[in-house]
């Protein structure tokens, strides 16, 4: 079947912008994950969903972050105000419930932001 | 303190040689999981290999395999018969407790394959 899928795939903005990420997860997916991959590095967690709830928010880096889920499908990362350091690849990724510890992410390809 | 720690940024590998790629952890739960994933350059993140825990063997899929010592808190990933294709970073991760938490990735090891 299809996997996660994430839009757009490339955005350019300008400081001081506000801008949507979109996540479509993996169907029957009830986990749905954020992260951010700076140039060069490893994977910086944001922000998680069970469901429409979001149990941990810690990773999120300040308040101009906000995500959102709804009917347990698709997300949307918000990012309010963006900043030059906010430049990177934003990842989303779903997993299936049921499956305890050992289940996977699956991520999709994720959504290169570029802040001018 | 950091959780997953991958000491080598970078290694070369002759084709058709074995490569192991170091991963140590720190938790104190005593149920957990181990990932590793594949970052080629086209930026996808691809599932390898999984380790449980409290799985009495080492995990196997293919030509990956997972050398995991529980008392060491290691987990490194043996890549055996070493592809052109097999370029990539590889990145190590674990979930702690049980259920669908986030994982925790390491900063990850660029691997690269020579002819």
């Known amino acids: 079947g299809a996997g996660v899928s994430q839009s757009p795939s490339n955005k350019v903005t300008e400081k001081g912008k506000d801008v949507e990420l979109r996540c479509d997860p993996i169907?029957?997916?009830?986990?749905l994950y954020w992260y951010r991959q700076s140039l060069g590095q490893g994977l910086e967690f944001l922000i998680y969903?069970?469901?429409?709830?979001?149990?941990?928010k810690s990773g999120l880096p300040s308040d101009r972050f906000s995500a959102e889920r709804t009917g347990g499908s698709v997300s949307t990362l918000t990012i309010q105000r963006t900043q030059q350091e906010d430049s990177a690849v934003y990842l989303c990724?779903?997993?299936?419930?049921?499956?305890?510890?050992?289940?996977?992410?699956?991520f999709g390809n994720g959504t290169r932001l570029t802040v001018t | 303190a950091q959780k997953i720690t991958q000491t080598q940024p970078g290694m070369f590998v002759q084709e058709k040689e074995a490569v192991t790629l170091d991963c140590t952890y720190d938790?104190?739960?005593?149920?957990?999981?181990l990932f590793w994933y594949k970052q080629p350059s086209s930026g996808e993140m691809i599932f390898l290999i999984y380790?449980?825990?409290?799985?009495?063997q080492n995990a196997t899929e293919g030509r990956y395999s997972l050398n995991f010592q529980k008392a060491r808190k290691s987990a490194n990933l043996v890549i055996s018969a070493s592809q052109l294709g097999d370029s990539a970073m590889y990145f190590c991760?674990?979930?702690?407790?049980?259920?669908?938490?986030?994982?925790?990735f390491g900063k990850g090891t660029r691997l690269s394959v020579i002819a």
């Open positions: 990724a779903s997993s299936l419930r049921g499956q305890g510890v050992r289940s996977p992410l699956h």
């Open positions: 169907s029957g997916h009830t986990a």
């Open positions: 969903f069970q469901g429409n709830s979001a149990p941990d």
């Open positions: 938790t104190s739960d005593q149920s957990y999981g």
């Open positions: 380790q449980g825990s409290y799985d009495e």
């Open positions: 991760a674990m979930r702690e407790n049980s259920g669908n938490t986030p994982l925790v």
